[in-house]
């Protein structure tokens, strides 16, 4: 396979044209508005939709019609954008309509920066939107891994019939790094029997729908797919664990910031400590069984994050109090540095 | 004998749950009959968005999509996108289209977007129980104007057609009334060309439709049309506001 | 001749067929309820009817069908 130099971005744009996404409804935001781009230029080339929506409330809900009408929608946006897109994410999940929202995370509260930032994890992983739903959330850390986890995220969401998070930052949306696709060849995408294309007359009307005002069949269906999502969370957890058989201290970090955890880890190691890593793919479902059986063979873990601390809460969920669980973050934008992490690690060892 | 009038065969055998008197049920009798007159009940879907009509998703018998409160537009966008052969119409009321949902409104429009909107103005939010709408009269008391609509205070009514007409996207733009047998057959016209131009995709249409709220209004069925009479239609003129196919003619 | 069918039980008893009906036979039936409770609406003088369909045009139940 022959290897592109591609910015995040893009690449996911790419992604999801080869994964089979003709119908693209996007809004401008930094740091994420060269995927709207991107589909700007590609998508009339292919026959593929692109539309600049009025604003992300609406782009949310243009994927709402075209996922109900049975093709791979997406839309991107960054924190605020996201927020505007949180009822529509809600009634995605309600009507169990599958598709892809990629989230490239700034600083936040408010307007806040454009800087990278993970302070978006409780709105993506505990439900920014209303009622009792989950959405699987991919958090991938190289451009490659981008690209991947594009491909797994259309397929995610057509398997389990939901909404898919592909959430990066401000960092992975602007960096450039090799990628190489997969061979997409004679790849079919799944049938989808329940969508709204027509009767057709041959056939009662699809109905997509989240309305249902009596209670005991809501709490049914509720319940119905709460059995999904446990399959989910037995099925679909995907991680990395790199040095932690021997680690003495073991750190918790995604996307970006895995990586520049990697760099204080080496360090560490350089210098006697033994510290490992534990880096969620998935932070829906989260990997809290690895987190759980480290946490009784260390002496602490580290959850390093770019937000005030939102991860870490489901890391302390996960050990369960088998072991001290510390936590380093910088937010607003800053990206934290190796040496401040591995200042960090000594401090627990 | 023959039948010369009854249920129309996209309109489901469901009964419909709006209150008795209210001209929803005479507008969904209209676009389920132009629906059949079209021949597109296969390939017709509906988007039927927050409002007392959103149980329409049980009342057509084509595919129907149940859409957010004011998110019709755009999930009839992203519906017409998908599969740009399929008729796609919404049916909103003046909440959903003319508050929550006006950008959506005045953006499909000005896109030209490819679909059919059947729009019912009656002045009020009917399904949460009478609160004031953007198209509440001046002094028209309801629960949210309890002391009839101030223009100080809560501003002016908005007439959607006319301003959606200033906007070159639209084919077809045109309100009516069901408030008499006359104005009905004439909405169904409308209706009809409203779909027409989507088949011949000439674009954006939308037909509104002044409608009544009984309930809401305090009035029995019929003095409500009374009232839609001496009231809406002097402030929401009846009558074409935008039809490209007059403009080329002309 | 012409004649008007009423599906008693959908009617909402409310009474707009009768204001539209040119040969005024459409009335409210004062001695019964449907199953809603409501007085339905009915044809008294069927063979004054012309088969002009505005009762049923104006009802927004789909209660009437009429033939001629």
Same mark, same amino acid.
């Given at each position: 396979m022959d290897k592109v130099l591609m910015k995040g971005n893009e690449a996911i744009a790419e992604a999801a044209i080869r994964a089979g996404c003709r119908h693209f409804f996007g809004y401008p935001i930094t740091p994420q508005t060269e995927i709207s781009a991107y589909m700007a230029r590609r998508m009339p080339k292919i026959g593929g939709t692109f539309l600049q929506a009025e604003s992300e409330v609406a782009a949310i809900n243009m994927v709402y019609g075209a996922a109900g009408a049975g093709v791979r929608a997406m839309t991107s946006s960054s924190s605020p954008g996201i927020s505007l897109k949180s009822e529509g994410i809600s009634y995605i999940a309600g009507a169990d309509l599958p598709c892809v929202i990629v989230n490239i995370v700034r600083a936040?509260?408010?307007?806040?920066?454009i800087q990278p930032a993970q302070s978006d994890y409780f709105q993506a992983v505990k439900g920014?939107?209303?009622?009792?739903y989950r959405m699987i959330v991919v958090a991938p850390s190289s451009i490659q891994e981008i690209v991947d986890s594009t491909f797994l995220a259309f397929d995610l969401a057509d398997k389990y019939r939901m909404p898919v998070m592909l959430m990066g930052d401000g960092m992975l949306g602007q960096m450039m790094e090799p990628v190489a696709f997969p061979d997409t060849t004679g790849v079919k995408l799944p049938e989808k029997?329940? &969508? #709204? #294309?027509?009767?057709?007359?041959?056939r009662k009307p699809n109905i997509i729908n989240s309305l249902y005002i009596q209670p005991d069949e809501l709490e049914a269906l509720i319940k119905n797919r709460w059995k999904k999502y446990i399959e989910i969370e037995q099925n679909e957890v995907r991680f990395e664990a790199e040095? #932690?058989?021997? &680690?003495?201290i073991i750190l918790v970090a995604y996307g970006a910031t895995a990586r520049i955890v990697k760099a204080a880890i080496k360090k560490a190691r350089e210098n006697g400590i033994k510290a490992g890593l534990i880096r969620p793919i998935t932070l829906w479902p989260f990997p809290s069984d690895v987190i759980s059986a480290a946490a009784k063979k260390v002496k602490a873990i580290l959850c390093v994050e770019m937000?005030?601390?939102?991860?870490v809460e489901d890391v302390r969920l996960s050990a369960a109090g088998a072991c001290p669980v510390h936590f380093y973050g910088r937010t607003g934008g800053v990206v934290p540095i190796p040496a401040d992490v591995y200042d960090e690690i000594r401090r627990y060892v | 004998m023959a039948i010369v009038f009854q249920k129309p065969k +996209? %309109?489901?055998?469901v009964p419909l749950?709006?209150?008795? /008197?209210?001209?929803h049920g005479i507008v969904h009798r209209l676009v389920a009959e132009v629906i059949d007159e079209l021949g597109i009940e296969g390939s017709t879907i509906g988007v039927a968005p927050v409002g007392?009509?959103?149980?329409a998703y049980n009342y057509f018998n084509c595919d129907m999509q149940e859409a957010a409160h004011g998110r019709a537009p755009a999930v009839a966008t992203g519906i017409k996108r998908a599969n740009p052969e399929n008729i796609v119409f919404t049916y909103q009321g003046d909440g959903d289209l +003319? +508050?929550?949902g006006t950008a959506e409104t005045v953006h499909a429009a000005a896109r030209g977007e490819n679909i059919t909107i059947i729009f019912i103005n009656? +002045?009020?939010? /009917?399904? @949460? $129980?009478g609160q004031m709408a953007? @198209? @509440? %009269?001046? $002094?028209q008391v309801t629960? @949210?104007?309890?002391? /009839?609509?101030k223009v100080e205070a809560q501003g002016y009514p908005i007439r959607m057609s006319e301003m959606l007409s200033? %906007?070159? /996207?639209?084919s077809y733009i045109k309100r009516c009334s069901v408030d008499s047998i006359k104005n009905i057959n004439d909405t169904k016209r409308a209706i009809k060309k409203a779909f027409q131009n989507q088949i011949d995709k000439k674009g954006f249409s939308l037909v509104e439709v002044l409608s009544t709220c009984p309930t809401n209004w305090g009035l029995s069925p019929v003095e409500a049309l009374d009232w839609l009479r001496e009231n809406m239609i002097p402030h929401y003129p009846l009558g074409t506001y935008k039809d490209i196919d007059a403009e080329q003619k002309a | 001749m012409a004649k008007v069918k009423f599906n008693e039980n959908a009617?909402?008893?409310?009474?707009?067929c009768t204001v539209v009906c040119p040969k005024k036979i459409?009335? =409210?039936?004062?001695?019964r309820l449907n199953q809603k409770g409501f007085h339905p609406a009915q044809v008294?003088? =069927?063979?004054?009817?012309?088969?002009?369909a505005f009762c049923a045009t104006i009802c927004p139940d789909v209660v009437i069908t009429v033939e001629k």
């Open positions: 936040g509260p408010g307007l806040g920066g920014g939107g209303h009622g009792d029997e329940w &969508a #709204t #294309t027509g009767t057709k007359k041959m040095g #932690t058989e021997d &680690a003495e937000s005030m601390g939102q991860m | +996209a %309109l489901s055998d749950h709006y209150c008795p /008197g209210c001209t007392c009509a959103v149980f +003319a +508050a929550i009656n +002045a009020i939010y /009917g399904m @949460t $129980g953007p @198209t @509440t %009269l001046v $002094g629960q @949210t104007s309890p002391y /009839g609509r200033t %906007l070159e /996207g639209p | 009617c909402k008893g409310c009474e707009l459409v009335v =409210m039936a004062k001695d008294i003088e =069927m063979e004054k009817c012309i088969g002009c």
